[in-house]
């Protein structure tokens, strides 16, 4: 497991899988070590994935200051291990909460990123969340699924603050509640770190309106990759971003959930790397 040192001395770590150029990939969580990714469907095949470990999570060291968390930190954090790769500019394919990260560290970097990739990312740097309306839009359209009576009172009461998170409602968030679903939700808490998660959008981690400026002057290839099943985002909530970007591509994968790689291994493999190989 390789390596490298932080500005402030943090010792982070990151995963190779595969072969190929290298692909730098943000997890989502946000704060959830990037083992929960695997090999992003198969995309290892076309591409040497290094998956980074952000600060606080899976093998990386937790940092002396917590507040180092924040998104806007973390750029430091990505930009330092574009250098230990000796990459002069750098692919990079961000996962949910890692998109803003992603995004910050695209336009705080300018000419060190070749393209990006946003998977199923919510928009929290353009000040564009998800709303309770989106996630309850896209929860009805599993009625049909024979978990869904189970599972959508608990999900209703947390949209509407009046319940916490529940596992119970963890079919939501995939377009195929299979047994690798179910493997890959029951991994998700030893993976987090709640404390970081916390803090990763706090006051000051997102300035939306200079992020949107700076985004719409970008002239790098963005794909923007949205699930049809998903809340957060729902394609219209990606789309939002695409339409900001110049330089993007927009793209939704049918019956996929928040994590489209399990529910369509081949097909976003496909996308994706079509996209990267430009």
């Given at each position: 497991m390789p390596t490298f040192d932080a500005y402030d001395g943090t010792r982070l770590a990151y995963h190779l899988r595969g072969t190929g150029e290298p692909l730098v990939v943000l997890p989502g969580g946000p704060m959830r070590a990037s083992a929960y990714l695997g090999d992003l469907g198969g995309l290892a095949t076309r591409r040497q994935l290094v998956l980074l470990d952000l600060r606080g999570t899976g093998d990386s060291a937790p940092p002396a200051d917590p507040g180092t968390y924040r998104c806007d930190r973390l750029v430091d954090d990505v930009e330092a291990l574009r250098e230990h790769?000796?990459?002069?500019?750098?692919?990079?394919?961000?996962?949910?909460?890692?998109?803003?990260?992603?995004?910050?560290?695209?336009?705080?970097?300018p000419g060190r990123v070749s393209r990006l990739a946003l998977i199923t990312a919510i928009p929290w740097a353009l000040g564009m969340p998800a709303t309770p309306g989106q996630r309850l839009a896209a929860a009805l359209l599993r009625k049909g699924e024979p978990w869904f009576q189970d599972a959508f009172p608990a999900f209703e009461a947390w949209l509407a603050g009046e319940g916490d998170y529940d596992a119970a409602f963890a079919p939501f968030f995939y377009g195929r509640w299979d047994t690798a679903a179910q493997d890959h939700r029951r991994a998700e808490d030893?993976?987090?770190?709640?404390?970081?998660?916390?803090?990763?959008?706090?006051?000051?981690?997102?300035?939306?309106?200079?992020?949107?400026?700076?985004?719409?002057a970008l002239d790098i290839p963005v794909l923007v990759h949205a699930a049809e099943l998903d809340g957060g985002p729902r394609p219209e909530l990606a789309r939002g971003v695409a339409d900001i970007t110049p330089n993007a591509e927009f793209y939704v994968q049918p019956a996929a959930g928040h994590y489209p790689w399990l529910d369509d291994p081949a097909r976003f493999a496909a996308r994706v790397g079509d996209f990267l190989d430009g």
């Open positions: 790769l000796g990459l002069e500019r750098m692919d990079v394919l961000a996962h949910s909460a890692g998109g803003s990260l992603a995004l910050l560290h695209a336009l705080r970097h030893e993976q987090s770190n709640d404390e970081a998660a916390a803090v990763y959008g706090s006051e000051g981690a997102y300035d939306p309106p200079a992020t949107r400026a700076a985004l719409a």
